[in-house]
């Protein structure tokens, strides 16, 4: 009577390692800058909270598998203002952007299937394609470039006859990369040329700067078939703990075996998709000052950083993460050291070591995701402390 | 570019294959008693509600992974009355009794192990061994006998080198069978004799007639390693749609490897597990007059089905479902048959043909699973119209 192999063997989530030490550090009166993670502080729609507050259903009922018609419809509206259009039937609501993944993962591969995926990426991509059996494979990028694609040949020499698909996501966690229309051209010949699903992770779409604007694969009518897209309301409206995402998609066929699993687990969460059905429902004007207060703190954070001796950082282009490059050895060290034996004035800062974004081995060793998801005033402090540690580890460590 | 073996292969709900029918019949006008489905209509606690309308957090922020302290030190006062001891990290709240089903499967067996359920059984297990490649051995029980559990001898049949589970779901759905003590001591000499897990599913724990008691797996003391329960709030505080079920085991590495299961998909949903809380924070009065209220519904559905002629049925003990013989040959098709073929006085029943509850095939074919989850009067003049439809379909089908 053993725990199963998969059970001892998929990876504890990277990101939560730090917790204790962090901990251990408030316990001391240390106040921690969290750098490490992306929860949204921005609050939600003011209509969510009604929606909760207006409930009056005396029964929580099962929903539909696929998720309520009235969200469903409004995301395709919320789509339409991008021009691009959806049938609802196309929308498949998910218990978060992590089913979606789930189901994506299960509907597109079987047991030894591969996806190419460019790396740095989304660690729990790593969770669900363990749970399919996906082999993932990853396209090594850097963030000396700045985590652009490389030329297609180079991408080409990784496709096998096992491959499935490719996995875009843009804006990209943990890089901060939006991937250029030119870019995405490179890697829609190659799914068609080596008929192979697209698999985009769009879930920060409305977080992008300078006047970019975000292209999305569902725009590329000539893989319609090919596409399946990954969105989640976690990010976008302030809602993680809403659980609602989306598997979006025009091939019948990927809709139709998402819904088999889909109806297994019954449906997603009655009353948040009512709150997600608010959510949608605002004006695109919404996103505009949300976008100006993270465009904010990514030049506090950059403007911060970009002089640090030895430090490699590039200006992210959406989402609300960036990597750099650390001078450190070591960063999961740099990264205990900063919570156990450094502050400054009773504070310290939290930070994401990269390794937990690559698969491939001793990658990432010396770079660690920042996430500027705290507010203007706490970020200036943030850069201070980060400054003095890293100077300070550098002299400590010789 | 296809989908993948697994999202062809796997099974769409079979209770949804019927919806077309009834949604027809409706549109006609008819009026469809649903006996196919369990989603009670039992308000849910008012401070459920409460915690919906009192909500004030600016952000829905992702909860940990195991769900909220509160909610699983709630979840242990809850069991302390029925002296079942628990510790708060024994308890691990998932997205649904799906998920938990979900996990639990991940974590007991790998690609190609066993797992004893007896049949007829909870349709979405089969999902989810599917997920986890698991394979289902059913044990088939039989209407005659109340699907009581065989001698030892039976069941110890079953055991394989790949066996690594016995599931025992009580009070069951679909049979409304309660396993007496001395059935669970068979099964639980059986798990410690092969060293296997023994998995519980109680959602229906509450739902428990005549002044019997429901004796949980958890009460074992001997076997408090092997034990891991499935359970949920979905119909014990009539909250289907909130998607909160739990895991609960004080098996330290079953935990940790669901654990990090739980990782991959963050967290559940925060309000609906502020709703569980105060949904477990209701005396155990609360379940008195839900109880006596199915109790209601379950003499009149057997009152009013035991006399017909060829039909077996024995009185449910517990849950809200009953599985029956009918006397006829092919019940999917008198179930197509009831909805669009037959009406009385403009209305008709819904029932779920019972083959869609067995693995193996051409079992069930002549049984149909009842729910008496509508009220009393309603279910009065079901009653009514599914004996005159049975005796109008055996005159036609001669």
Same mark, same amino acid.
């Given at each position: 009577m053993n725990v199963s192999k998969r059970g001892r063997e998929i990876q504890a989530s990277p990101i939560r390692k730090l917790k204790p030490y962090a901990d251990a550090a408030k316990a001391k009166g240390i106040k921690v800058y969290h750098?490490?993670? &992306?929860? +949204?502080d921005i609050p939600m729609p003011g209509p969510v909270l009604e929606t909760f507050h207006n409930w009056s259903q005396p029964v929580l009922a099962y929903g539909p598998a696929q998720g309520a018609l009235e969200l469903r419809q409004a995301v395709t509206r919320y789509f339409a203002n991008y021009n691009i259009p959806l049938e609802a039937d196309d929308v498949l609501i998910t218990c978060g952007g992590s089913e979606a993944i789930h189901f994506t993962f299960s509907v597109i591969g079987d047991v030894g299937d591969e996806v190419i995926i460019p790396e +740095?990426? /989304?660690?729990n991509y790593n969770g669900y394609a363990a749970f399919a059996g996906l082999r993932i494979v990853p396209l090594p990028l850097s963030v000396e470039n700045g985590f652009r694609l490389p030329p297609a040949e180079a991408i080409e020499a990784l496709i096998t006859p096992r491959t499935k698909a490719i996995l875009l996501c843009s804006p990209n966690n943990p890089t901060g990369t939006v991937y250029t229309p030119e870019e995405l051209d490179r890697v829609v010949a190659l799914v068609k040329k080596h008929d192979l699903f697209l698999v985009g992770?769009?879930? /920060?779409?409305?977080?992008?700067?300078? &006047?970019r604007r975000h292209k999305s694969i569902l725009e590329y009518e000539g893989i319609r078939e090919r596409v399946v897209v990954i969105d989640s309301i976690s990010k976008r409206f302030s809602c993680c703990g809403a659980r609602i995402g989306m598997i979006i998609t025009r091939n019948k066929d990927v809709y139709a075996a998402a819904l088999k699993f889909a109806q297994a687990r019954l449906c997603p969460p009655s009353v948040e998709q009512m709150a997600a059905l608010a959510a949608y429902n !605002? %004006? !695109?004007? /919404?996103f505009a000052d949300i976008r100006a207060e993270y465009d904010r703190r990514r030049n506090v954070l950059y403007e911060g950083l970009?002089?640090? %001796?030895g430090l490699v950082i590039r200006k992210p282009e959406g989402a609300f993460y960036v990597i750099v490059r650390l001078p450190v050895k070591d960063v999961e060290h740099f990264a205990v050291w900063l919570l156990s034996d450094f502050s400054l004035d009773g504070q310290t800062v939290m930070i994401a070591p990269a390794p937990g974004f690559y698969a491939t081995a001793s990658q990432g060793t010396d770079e660690a995701r920042l996430a500027y998801v705290i507010n203007e005033n706490d970020l200036r402090k943030a850069v201070r402390v980060f400054r003095a540690a890293l100077e300070k580890y550098q002299a400590v460590q010789g």
């Open positions: 750098l490490n993670i &992306g929860d +949204p +740095p990426y /989304y660690t992770d769009e879930v /920060y779409k409305e977080f992008i700067y300078d &006047g !605002m %004006p !695109m004007s /919404y970009k002089d640090i %001796p």
